[in-house]
């Protein structure tokens, strides 16, 4: 098990490159296996999320050649319906194999996806979606069967516009007969990403980010070589981490209106942030002033995925911040971590009401999931003296060489085995 040993009041100052979007990666890869010609996927980040998505499509049958730029996927000897079992528990995002592998032998076998402990994470609508595609669906001993004759178009209305269900709709109505229609889509930028990504494969797929996507059915798909979009919410975390430590950082490949939201909220904060094409330039004294309210939505509202390291953010401002976790009902499990360094975080179901203290002090505490894990570095990175964050294992999932990135920006932080 690896450690981070943090220590904090280090202003962060530098320039930064986003990393590819650890969420458009995951459904472009399982979308790879729609064509038996070769997908090139350009900057794919080595975090363990694709490291478990390229292991389960190595066990489907494609061929990997991870290169220094490219990760090239063979998938003409595919062979298998079922995904690994033991691979769909350490990766939520399996679940999109179901449409993708679906969609290619017709049928798929997989076990209840894992990922982050965060909440109840149901894929009701990912299943109900997928029938009226057509398909059937058994679910007995913790696995979910599909089996479809074929596959044919329809229209569906999603309850919420869930972006998992809305990327495996998308992938199973891909090659579907005639045309699809899901309402109340996810907007997400990550569902255009895979719009386009497809498109590229002869694919024709329209109306994301507007919430309607109008899918229509093609034959075939042919190989692509494509550059998925940079991920704001590692781009967010740096951003975060610098506004609340101060200093000025400059951020590419994400472009501004992909975290307009989070923006909107450090402005609030008294930070100063120049945008011009794909550039964030972000400068902070590091003596912020807390907003009154920050609440999670689907896009493009402020994410879900950020709430933690907002919120690590927010113990240091003066005033006090109410946040409301509207997308998963566990999502605070580091505020327990927070209150170790010094924080004043009162939780009660889906709110926290964060008071700002003057200083959060360094201690040793333990990342319990992917985003929170990443709230205490970035708390780490202010408090005074030193801390310990322990069991990096959900922070890698996400972030790829997050320490040298930090280390690049100025933070005194190294890893440790223990
Ligand atoms: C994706 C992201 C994740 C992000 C989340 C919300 C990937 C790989 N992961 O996760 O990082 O936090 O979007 O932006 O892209 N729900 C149901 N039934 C379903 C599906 C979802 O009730 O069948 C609910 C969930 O419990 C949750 C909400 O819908 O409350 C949003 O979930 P969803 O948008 O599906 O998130 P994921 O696709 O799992």
Known sequence: MDKFIIDGGERLYG????????????????????????VKIRGVPTICDVENMLRILTEVGCRIKRQKDCTVIDSSGAVSHEIPPRLTKELRSSVFMLGSVLTRFRRAKISYPGGCDIGLR???????????????????????ECKADKLVGAEILLDFPSVGATENIILAAVKAEGITVVRNAAKEPEIVDLQNFLNAMGARVRGAGGGTVVIEGVKRLHGVDYTPIGDRIEAGTYLIAAASCGGEIEISGVPPENIAALLHKLRENGCKIHTKNDKIILRSDGKLKSVDLVETMPFPGFPTDLQAQYSAL???????????????????????????????????????????????????????????????????????????????????????DFEYKLKKLGAKIRRVRI
Do not use: W
């Not at 986003?18 to 070769?38: F, G, H, I, R, Y």
């Not at 894929?123 to 979910?144: A, F, M, N, P, T």
């Open 314 to 400: 927010c113990c240091t401002c003066t005033g006090t911040t109410l946040v409301v976790e509207n997308l998963f009902e566990t999502r605070y499990k580091y505020a327990a971590e927070l209150k170790r360094m010094g924080a004043d975080v009162t939780v009660r179901g889906r709110t926290a009401v964060i008071r700002g203290v003057e200083k959060l002090h360094g201690a040793r505490v333990t990342a319990s999931d992917l985003r929170g894990g990443a709230a205490l570095v970035v708390a780490a990175l202010k408090a005074e003296g030193q801390s310990d964050i322990v069991d990096l294992s959900h922070i890698d999932r996400g972030y790829a």
């Open 15 to 38: 320039k930064l490159q986003a990393q590819s979007a650890k969420n458009t990666v995951l459904p472009l890869l399982a979308a790879s296996v729609l064509t038996d010609e070769q």
């Open 122 to 144: 149901p894929i009701d609508l990912h299943l109900s979606g997928l029938k009226r595609l057509g398909v059937e669906i058994c679910e007995e001993g913790g696995y979910i």
